[in-house]
């Protein structure tokens, strides 16, 4: 995991995200889409193999004002396909390989959220500052609380 040079203002990250709630909600209460390649909200979520014909290179589109916080952040670290990823209490992702490194800014989080990474437990802080992370490697993420939901906005990058 390696901590990027430029910081983010988390508060104007959390108005954003909760004003794209309040107007789309979450999709299978987890995700909502940031890019993609015809600007609706909620393509591009999920697996990249439900969409045939595209590849995650193809999500570039932003689907948010180009003016927000963390539209800085998406265009800031040349990033494609991301999205703001929600994993609830006492959940955790299964154990998988991406075609691509990801950038995660955590926006909300807790010192019992962890990203794994190999047999390696990590905390991504919620520090303003993004971590680029080598999700071509097997890999997992946990939210170890009871009652707190891990908010991380995450997005691909050129390896």
């Not at 075609?99 to 437990?121: G, I, N, Y």
């Not at 971590?131 to 906005?153: F, G, Q, S, W």
């Amino acid at each position: 995991m390696i901590k990027l040079s430029n910081q983010y203002d988390l508060q104007k990250v959390a108005v954003e995200i909760q004003s794209l709630v309040d107007k789309n909600g979450w999709w299978q209460e987890s995700q909502i889409s940031l890019q993609s390649p015809t600007g609706e909200m909620h393509h591009g979520i999920g697996k990249i193999e439900w969409f045939d014909g595209y590849t995650e290179k193809d999500f570039t589109k932003l689907n948010i004002p180009a003016d927000w916080e963390i539209s800085r952040f998406i265009q800031d670290n040349n990033l494609y396909r991301t999205r703001i990823m929600k994993l609830n209490p006492k959940q955790c992702y299964s154990y998988h390989i991406d075609r691509s490194p990801r950038v995660h800014l955590a926006v909300t989080t807790h010192q019992h959220c962890f990203f794994m990474e190999d047999d390696k437990l990590i905390h991504i802080p919620n520090d303003g500052y993004p971590y680029l992370v080598d999700t071509t490697k097997y890999h997992t993420a946990m939210n170890c609380t009871l009652d707190l939901e891990r908010i991380h906005i995450v997005g691909c990058v050129e390896q």
